[in-house]
DNA sequence: CCTCTTTTCTAACTAGTGTTAGTTTTTCGA
DNA sequence: TCGAAAAACTAACACTAGTTAGAAAAGAGG
């Protein structure tokens, strides 16, 4: 069995794109074959020659959609020196991670919005990819902490979720005129870094006195 | 003319309540007035005795989605001292913004997934009320920020994004097993407000030769 | 019990859904 | 240029959508 044609991958990522872009717009069951296919200057019968059903095509969606975020992050945390710290992991994995959200704008959109309108099956099946995605970073916050770089009463898991909700949520915000993909990196990091490394008046030494002068500025926060 | 019957307004609620689990589940274009009426023990004609479309039912869901919200963070807030710091004005908004989204959780997750693919001028109206919500916050952080209480270099648009972001994806994964709404807020309010309130080692005299000695440590962040 | 109002139901309409089978057009190597 | 393979189209199918008009039921007050 040989390549693919160029001619119909061509064809067939068209109309994977106009299906990202529906989807988006108007949610899984408010997306309708005829209306992609328009999108894709196509007409509907012809979707089925390359997707077997909407919810194949849905899936195709859903999991294209994570993958570019988990290629782009893993590869930039490659290019990262073996010794690199956890606040410099944790830079560069917000910078690819926002970059290919970004990019990849239709698919990632789509992805926030359908995904939980979507047959449990195809759910279960992107969900899988969902949670190697947050393991990966789950790694990088846990290594950091066992070295010392992160605070150690902090909930690595909370953390997580925190920095993933607020990184995701970015599609729904971000626009070309405003604030640059580096411009917004470099904010969040500084929001979640800054708060989650060893502040230096905890583990200096001859810091404590500064504490007690002035107690507002105490590292733990009181519970409410 | 009287207020409205008592029966009526019972029954008008389960209806809402109805539809907004059904929309959080299936969406705008999935939610069928059929399945809205059978979950709130009606028939499906019944429902346009009280709203007069689903239109009308989405925008209702909507609005009172985000109502809630405000409600929950400006009594909380109002309840605080005069001269509350910025890091417990956080904190208390936090808390207080997790404790309505999860006791609404149906409205808000509607909310949040619906809200894209609803029509235009339903979704326009909502976002007069959800800008009212963003600009209160706003206040918060740079009325902190004024007093000198947060990093005087924080973008606190970006800030409040992250914020409002992180917060309102709690409801995607949040379940009355794991964390409870108060370890939430608080691991959440550490994350934030220690990653905005002035670091002593910036603004206490003396802190310059730690820097020096440990650059890692260095709260600035270096472009990526 | 009767009557008026409020609430619910029934049955139907039009419009639009995903999907398919069969046909036509396009492409491209021999 | 021919002809097979690939790609796109057409027209229809069974089904479900939001909505409505009118009948029926439930409730309240006298």
């Not at 997707?51 to 975020?69: E, H, N, P, Q, T």
């Not at 990819?129 to 902490?145: F, G, P, V």
């Not at 971000?174 to 929001?191: C, M, Q």
Request: aromatic share 8%.
């Amino acid at each position: 069995m040989t390549k693919k044609l160029a001619k119909s991958a061509i064809s067939q990522k068209r109309v994977l794109d106009a299906a990202a872009k529906i989807f988006r717009d108007f949610g899984y069951a408010g997306t309708t074959m005829r209306v992609i296919a328009e999108e894709a200057e196509l007409k509907a019968g012809s979707i089925y020659y390359h997707y077997k059903s909407k919810d194949d095509l849905i899936s195709a969606v859903l999991d294209l959609g994570i993958k570019a975020v988990i290629d782009a992050v893993k590869d930039a945390l490659a290019k990262l020196p073996e010794d690199a710290p956890g606040r410099l992991r944790v830079q560069t994995a917000i910078h690819a991670h926002l970059s290919a959200i970004i990019d990849n704008g239709d698919y990632t959109l789509a992805t926030r919005r359908v995904f939980g309108q979507v047959p449990e099956a195809i759910r279960e099946k992107n969900l899988r990819l969902r949670n190697s995605y947050a393991a990966m970073w789950q790694d990088i916050l846990t290594e950091a902490q066992k070295r010392g770089e992160f605070r150690p009463d902090a909930n690595l898991s909370l953390a997580r979720l925190f920095i993933l909700g607020a990184l995701n949520w970015t599609v729904e915000w971000f626009k070309p005129g405003g604030s640059s993909i580096d411009e917004v990196a470099r904010n969040f990091s500084a929001v979640v870094v800054d708060g989650l490394v060893v502040r230096p008046d905890v583990t200096a030494s001859g810091a404590a006195e500064a504490e007690e002068k002035d107690p507002p500025r105490t590292v733990r926060i009181r519970a409410l």
